[in-house]
């Protein structure tokens, strides 16, 4: 039996479909490059800056990257990304411009994939939501493993689509090299090798085995030093993660608790309910979770946050947006979209299971958006992992193309318009109001802390009286932390201080200490507290330096 032909879709003339990608590639780049002295630089951020940094300018090969959620120290891929940025500039707010391009181009490949393989109504459509999503834009801003994710989760999209639609045998190489390689970046990686490896296994493309074999040996290669480092010790940290389990200290969670009051940072969600942030983070649902206000009185009985902002609401309870309405409703068309796609697949399942006879395109389309969306969920679900809200990266850009494919088939043209204009500009407003917060703050409590700007200026001030290194050196570089305790500063302001070079003739008298506030890490109240010495503060900054008797 011949393939069915594939079902005729509308195709914009090519001057309006141009103009129209300009728009929206125009629209992500104004939300992803403004309010650079926003941008995220923490602990995490400054570990990738410094290895890199000293790959550049002493030759370090990294050979192990960012210590990952469950304990165990990633392969060191996503360094070797950021090197060339480094080699180009050592700026950091223009490496983050870097990475946004990359986020960029996460869209405009989404766009192809979409115009492509379901019609350029429906590439558009997926480009758009790409590039307006408040989440997507977020995790192409910063220095962190999961911004560079989305452009290799793309293309991986992209050459499944190519084997099995396009019939284009070669590209099994990048179907089965990228996904490797996210897994050297972050571990969701498996759940995108396994989404990938299904739809080869069901839909059976012909396959030059030649690109498959040098597909996994280009990202077998590049594990290789990250392979060896953990021989030698060992393989201690993954038997350590072993013996533990990944589940072990999640199990007594409260009920409903999902921003811890002591830090701010968010708790992952439990297996059955990874679906949950598997919707959330295709528009901004859960934003809450970089702004650390979902934490209830009966969770923070210590009343930590309810100084901050918004205190114990939740972002969405408290801001210009009217609620969390209209993120519920994307996510309720893409499940709606989602469902209609299995329905099509299903109904291709016997045509599919006998060899003898191919499936027509559409439905194969279907099984691919279908499988990319399943199969991550089932992984997380098998091995029962406690997830957090970056582990679902990788299902961009799926969301959008689903909505795209559906929306070009099933909608009319008035109420598509309408309907995804809404959807964007709820997207924007979201961002926008989120920015408001940020500026307001200089930052956020939760996982976002301050901002780049702030704590640029802040290591000046450190860097123009004394020397960082040696004040890390002797424990006198010091921060506040959540219980207005001091301790040893984290990474980020020692490390900007010391890229601006050594003090002028260590102006400090051995007996200084340097003490950071940062109001976005503490509940400090400057009225009643009197460090006493000299200070400046940069937003919510605070540099004190401290003679000690």
Known sequence: MSAQPTKAVVQLPSAVEWAIL?????????????????????????????????????????TSGLMSSVGVSNPP??????????????????????????????????????RKYYGSVSGLVAAALFASGPWAVVYSRKIWAQDFVPVLATGT???????????????????????????QIHFSGFALTASAIAVVVLLRPRIDWRFAVAGVALAVLLALP??????????????????????????????????????????PRCPTEAWRHALAIMNAGEIEDVLGLSTGEVFDPNRIWVSKGSGQNRYFDTTLTLGDWLPGLQQLAFSIALVWFGVKALKSAKTLFRRQVT????????????????????????????????YYV?????????????????????????????????????????????????????????????????????????????????????????????????????FLATMLGR?????????????????????????????????TNDGPMHVYVINRP
Not at 41 to 48: C, I, V
Not at 415 to 425: M, N, R, S
Request: with cysteine.
């Open 503 to 535: 003090g002028q003739g260590k102006q400090l008298a051995t007996n200084s200490i340097v003490l950071v506030v940062d109001d976005n890490r503490t509940s400090y109240d400057a009225k009643r507290v009197n460090f006493g010495g000299t200070g």
């Open 394 to 494: 990788i299902l961009y850009p799926v969301y959008f193309v689903i909505l795209g494919a559906l929306a070009q088939r099933a909608v009319p043209p008035r109420i598509l318009v309408a309907g995804i204009a809404v959807f964007v500009v709820g997207n924007i407003v979201f961002l926008l109001d989120v920015n408001r917060y940020l500026v307001q703050y200089g930052g956020a409590q939760g996982t976002y802390g301050s901002g780049l700007g702030f704590k640029q200026a802040a290591a000046e001030y450190v860097a123009a009286r004394a020397d960082a290194r040696e004040l890390v050196k002797e424990n006198r570089l010091l921060q506040m932390d959540q219980w207005q305790r001091a301790e040893p500063a984290q990474l980020d302001l020692p």
């Open 226 to 267: 990250y392979v060896i480092e953990q021989q030698k010790n060992g393989w201690a940290e993954w038997k350590r993660m072993s013996e533990e389990g990944s589940s072990r200290h999640w199990e007594k969670l409260p009920q409903g608790m999902t921003i811890n009051p002591q830090s701010g940072y968010p708790f």
């Open 77 to 114: 891929l996503f360094i070797w990304l950021l090197i060339p940025m480094f080699f180009l500039t050592s700026n950091i707010a223009v490496v983050c411009g870097m990475i946004s391009v990359l986020g960029l181009a996460a869209v405009v490949a989404t766009w192809w994939i979409g």
């Open 157 to 183: 999209m992209w050459a499944a689509h190519s084997l099995i639609l396009g019939k284009n045998p070669k590209a099994i190489f990048w179907l089965l090299c990228l996904p490797l390689c996210v897994i």
């Open 359 to 390: 499936a027509d395109q559409e439905s194969k389309g279907a099984w691919i958006l279908v499988l990319w969306v399943v199969v991550p969920l089932a992984v997380y679900l098998v091995a029962g992992l406690w997830t957090y809200l970056s």
């Open 22 to 62: 300009a728009a929206i590639v125009a629209v992500g780049a104004w939300l992803r490059f403004q309010h650079p002295e926003l941008l995220e630089f923490k602990s995490d951020e400054a570990f990738a800056a410094n290895q890199a940094l000293e790959f550049v300018r002493g030759g370090k090969v990294p």
